[in-house]
């Protein structure tokens, strides 16, 4: 990957930069939506729903306006030469397939091993969170996660994996509802010494 895509990525993307349409367009798109369904948007149970889906997407899609590089950046010195792997497991998530902007759940399982520099570790959890708020497919999701603690903490070694459900694939399409799929991206000692990365992948399956 390029430097600049991997700065790109990892960067909060403001709504400008997009050319973010307005609320009172993203509420007409959902009426329209209704309408080509069939069914009349102006009916008791569906008036408000083209602001309660609008303000919905705001909440699924919020990790466009927050930058991960920032919440790593508040780390705490190393105590007492720990140097062991640290790993924060099972962090569920929600996120939205790029495709069919359906539904990703998952967990995510986080690793590192730190080089002078350890991090509060509900951060781990919010970068998955900025990363999974946005539309995503896993394999990207994942790279990024890792490139960014990588980049950022400059550790010995990350591990990242993630197994999701993908609702694209369980609730239409090929309908295949007992699947998941696993990806995962290991750096520095993760990659290199297979003891490690076979320690990480004994504590997250
Ligand atoms: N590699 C990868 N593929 C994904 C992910 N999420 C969804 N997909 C796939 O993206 C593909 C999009 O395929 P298309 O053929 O363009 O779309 P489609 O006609 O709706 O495909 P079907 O899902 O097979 O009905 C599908 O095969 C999805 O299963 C992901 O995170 N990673
Ligand atoms: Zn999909």
């Given at each position: 990957m390029s430097p600049s895509v991997h700065a790109l990525d990892r960067a909060r993307v403001s709504r400008s930069q997009v050319q973010s349409p307005d609320r009172a367009e993203v509420e007409q798109a959902v009426r329209t939506i209704i309408r080509w369904t069939?069914?009349?948007?102006?009916?008791d149970g569906l008036r408000d729903t083209p602001a309660r889906v609008t303000r919905s997407f705001e909440e699924f899609f919020s990790?466009?306006?927050?930058?991960p590089v920032e919440i790593l950046k508040k780390t705490f010195e190393e105590i007492e030469g720990y140097d062991e792997m640290i790993v924060l497991r099972g962090i569920r998530f929600e996120s939205h397939c790029e495709h069919h902007m359906a539904p990703i759940i998952g967990q995510a399982w986080v690793a590192y091993i730190p080089n002078g520099r350890v991090v509060g570790i509900s951060k781990l959890a919010r970068v998955v969170d900025v990363y999974a708020?946005?539309?995503?497919?896993q394999e990207k999701m994942t790279a990024q996660i890792a490139n960014t603690i990588n980049d950022v903490l400059e550790p010995q070694g990350v591990g990242v994996i993630i197994k999701a459900t993908h609702h694209c694939m369980t609730t239409r399409g090929?309908?295949?509802?007992?699947t998941d799929l696993v990806t995962s991206r290991m750096l520095g000692c993760f990659r290199d010494n297979a003891l490690t990365r076979q320690e990480f992948l004994g504590m997250a399956t």
């Open positions: 069939g069914e009349d948007p102006d009916r990790g466009y306006g927050q930058d708020r946005r539309l995503q497919i090929v309908h295949k509802p007992d």
